[in-house]
C-alpha cells in the first residue's frame, strides 16, 4: 500500500475535524513503517490562542499527529487478522524520549515518519519522527495497546 488520502484515512482512525490531524499517508510497509503528511495552515484552531502573535502549533499535537500515523501503521499491520475495524481503537499509552527540535508554523508541510519497533503483551511500541523541510523538528518513543470498544 502506497498512499492514503483523507478521505480513506477516516476508514482507519475514529477522528474527525478538529482533530483529524493527517492530511494524506505517502506510504505504508505493513508491519514495518508509514510516512504521512500534515499541511499546517494558518486557520488551523488552536493557533487563535498558541500564539495569536507568534503562531507555533503546540508540541502536543505534534505528537498527537504522530498517535496518529503510528495507530494506522497497527491497524493496516493487524489488519489481516481483524474482521470489523469499526469494533477496534488504538489508545496512546505512553510517551518516552519526547525531544521538541524545532518549532512548527503556519504555511509548514510536517512530515511524520513512524517505525515499528516491538509489540509485547498487547503494547506496540513505535519510533516517530517530524520534519520541516528534511530538519527533524520533533522525535520520540510511543506506546500503543489495542483494545475492543462496544457498539
Known sequence: ???????????YLPHRYPFLLLDRVLEVKPGESIKALKNVTVN?????????????????????????????????????????LDNILYY?????????????????????????????RNIWKFSATASVDDKIVANTELLTTVAEVEA
Request: charged content about 25%; aromatic content about 6%; glycine content about 8%.
Open 1 to 11: 500500500m502506497t498512499e492514503l488520502s483523507t478521505n480513506k484515512i477516516k476508514n
Open 44 to 84: 488551523e484552531p488552536f493557533f487563535h490562542g498558541h500564539f495569536p502573535e507568534q503562531a507555533l502549533m503546540p508540541g502536543v499535537l505534534i505528537i498527537e499527529a504522530m498517535a496518529q500515523a503510528a495507530a494506522i501503521l497497527g491497524v493496516i499491520s493487524g489488519a489481516e487478522s481483524r474482521d470489523d
Open 92 to 120: 496512546l499509552v505512553g510517551i518516552d524520549k519526547a525531544r521538541f527540535r524545532k518549532t512548527v508554523i503556519p504555511g509548514d508541510q510536517l512530515i511524520i515518519e513512524v517505525k515499528f519497533m516491538t509489540v509485547k
